[in-house]
């Protein structure tokens, strides 16, 4: 019963910490747009929340309730091929949230140097190591 309920709460952490990665490449196209030091202001305090008050502490619990959840059946789960996979996935998707933090710090100190298309592009890459990790998990291809 254990089990479920690490379960449920991981997948929850995922949910509220993707949520986060996704918004947060959004909210820099905005910001790299305005030209308004009033809008500018606005973005730069809604990225600081999101990232500090959302994104970090889900990924936080992300992993600490991943690691929980291999503790219970380490066997079950070491033997896969698919959860180094997905392990490297997630080590990739930690870089990108820290790199976020960069860009955040950037941004904060109006030291921007990259347009509103590179935010547009930069802000699919979660959306394919998403799609990559549940077929891991789902699908177990190895």
């Given at each position: 019963m254990l089990l479920l309920w690490v379960k449920a709460f991981h997948i929850i952490a995922v949910v509220c910490w993707f949520a986060g990665l996704f918004y947060l490449p959004r909210l820099f196209v905005y910001h790299a747009?305005?030209?308004e030091e009033t809008g500018k202001a606005q973005f730069k305090v809604m990225e600081r929340k999101l990232y500090?008050?959302?994104m970090t502490?889900?990924?936080?619990a992300?992993?600490?309730l991943g690691a929980w959840l291999i503790s219970l059946l380490p066997g079950g789960y070491i033997s896969g091929g698919w959860l180094h996979a997905k392990l490297t996935l997630i080590g990739i998707l930690v870089g990108y949230h820290l790199y976020c933090g960069v860009l955040l710090r950037k941004f904060r100190d109006d030291l921007n140097t990259h347009s509103h298309v590179f935010y547009r592009?930069?802000?699919e890459f979660p959306v394919l190591i998403l799609i990559a990790v549940v077929i891991l998990v789902v699908v177990k291809p190895f």
């Open positions: 747009m305005s030209d500090r008050g959302i502490p889900s990924m936080i992300t992993i600490a592009w930069f802000n």
